[in-house]
Nanobody, 126 residues
Framework: QVQLVESGGGLVQAGGSLTLSCAAS????????MAWFRQPPGKEREFVAG????????MYADTVQGRFTMSRNNAKNTVYLQMNSLKPEDTAVYYC???????????????????WGQGTQVTVSS
């Protein structure tokens, strides 16, 4: 059974930083497509960052490009999302997702990912 557990969310002022963690069990993250999504209040879930396997280049949404960095620690079977220069519009519940290892384009659609964490709230105050 695959389980994803996010942590690291919280309340931060605009311009601040947070690092989210996603600890996986039942699946080796180095051989899976992993991604971060977020769901702002009253809006649909949207892609934030992802990579199709451990050695693949991460892809980012335009809204976070240059501010967020996704990384993996294979030894800990954990994926991270380093978020810098946070803005109030980054406020959302952030989800970690896992899907089959992909080749070529980085998966960015919700329907590709079969496993999801419970989400962690990130609130950025102005």
């Amino acid at each position: 059974q695959v389980q994803l557990v996010e942590s690291g969310g919280g309340l931060v002022q605009a311009g601040g930083s947070l690092t989210l963690s996603c600890a996986a069990s039942g699946r080796t993250v180095s051989r899976a497509a992993m991604a971060w999504f977020r769901q702002p209040p009253g809006k649909e879930r949207e892609f934030v960052a992802g990579s199709n396997w451990s050695g693949g280049t991460a892809m980012y949404a335009d809204t976070v490009q240059g501010r967020f960095t996704m990384s993996r620690n294979n030894a800990k079977n954990t994926v991270y999302l380093q978020m810098n220069s946070l803005k109030p519009e980054d406020t959302a519940v952030y989800y970690c997702a896992s899907g089959p290892m992909a080749y070529g384009l980085v998966p960015s659609e919700v329907r590709y990912f079969g496993y999801w964490g419970q989400g962690t709230q990130v609130t950025v105050s102005s």
